[in-house]
């Protein structure tokens, strides 16, 4: 279809099937500001929505990969238990360095996944069933590392992962120069991404959205990333788990969309045979998948153990049902093939900043669990009611 033959109705249609997710996010944070007077838009919330969240947000990009293949990972939240456990027995009762004791976490993701890999992948039981026993095994593992006994206190080197700040590189009189130049920069290579991912489309033909609803987007974007630069300046910077995750989602992002892995995944979750029968070594895609997601677990149960500074053998409880969330609020399809890390992001900061605003207002955990499940189950009739319309008008 070209952008001439759309109506106004078809492309606002394509641009809220689009970007919907974001204009929910927007919403909720509006409803919550209003709900807590302002006080959920404080600086320091916003910056302790970022460090108390950034651990899910890595736990969900591993899983988003995993579900692509319409397969699932039950064990991330005892990854990550295992992960601060090795962690906290190297660092803090070994009383070696804690690079020694972050390395060795994270080679111990690895091999977590190598073993959900290999059951899943070669053997051919189902992830469900593996994973399963994996959660099981690992939390197991992590009683016996820990003695079931809480280690703590840890390094500070180790502390400053989850709890730093990147701040005063560039100056600043009452706020952060360095987090609004960064931010600056980052949302201009977004411009300069979209428009020339825009001129391709009109170049092949393909259907955009008007040029009033593109500037409107933009400056509605490039507003909002501003202001939240802005927030994190006049606090304490930017957090060195932002740094983080923004590497991952980078990273990641392009594995999933510029890669030949990455479009396998796709390929696999789409039409598993099919794949196979077009050359796609569906055994070992499935096999790295899982190493990945385990691997990110590991990463997660760092950044989580930093902000405790606490390993616990209870640590991690419920997180895989958290990360699973994300991506589905995010739009990942149940059946795989479809799905995005940025909107797995985006899914995770829904459910953030409820439980941030629910918290505010002082609801008790029973109903925020009450109220995360309806947003679930909300976002995927939403997701679901919006592809019959798609199909429909197709």
Known sequence: MSTSSMSLRDRLS?????????VALV???????????????????????????????????GMLFAILMADIDLSVGSVVALT???????????????PVGVAAGLTVGILVGVWHGFWIAFVGIPAFIVTLAGMLIFRGL??????????????????????????GLLGGYGYDLFTLVLAAALLAVFV?????TRRRS??????????????????????????????????????????????????YSFIANRTVWGRQVYAIGGNREAAALSGVKVTWVRFLVFVNCSFLASIAGIIFTSRLNVAGPKAGNGFELDAIAACFIGGAAVTGGIGTVLGAMIGGLVMAVMNNGMS??????????????????????FDLINKKRAGAAA
């Open 14 to 22: 394509v641009n809220l099937r689009s970007g919907g997710l974001a």
């Open 27 to 61: 919403a909720i944070i509006a409803l919550f500001a209003v709900l807590t007077g302002g006080q959920s838009l404080s600086p320091q919330n916003v910056s302790n929505i970022i460090t108390q969240n950034a651990y899910i947000l890595v736990m969900a990009i």
């Open 84 to 98: 601060g456990a090795v962690a906290g027995v190297i660092t803090v009762n070994w009383g070696l360095p804690w």
């Open 142 to 167: 992590t009683m016996i590392v820990l003695n079931n006994v809480q280690i703590s206190p840890f390094p500070s080197g180790f502390r400053s992962i989850a709890s730093g700040f990147l701040n």
């Open 192 to 196: 300069l991404r979209d428009w020339r």
């Open 202 to 251: 009109i170049a092949n033909e393909v259907a955009v959205s008007p040029v009033g609803v593109w500037i409107v987007k933009i400056v509605g974007v490039c507003g909002a990333g501003m202001s939240f630069a802005w927030l994190l300046a006049t606090y304490k910077g930017t957090p060195f788990v932002l740094l983080i995750l923004g590497v991952l989602i980078v990273l």
């Open 360 to 381: 505010l207002m002082g609801v008790g955990i029973d109903y925020q669990q009450a109220v995360k499940g309806l947003v679930v189950l909300g976002a995927v009739a």
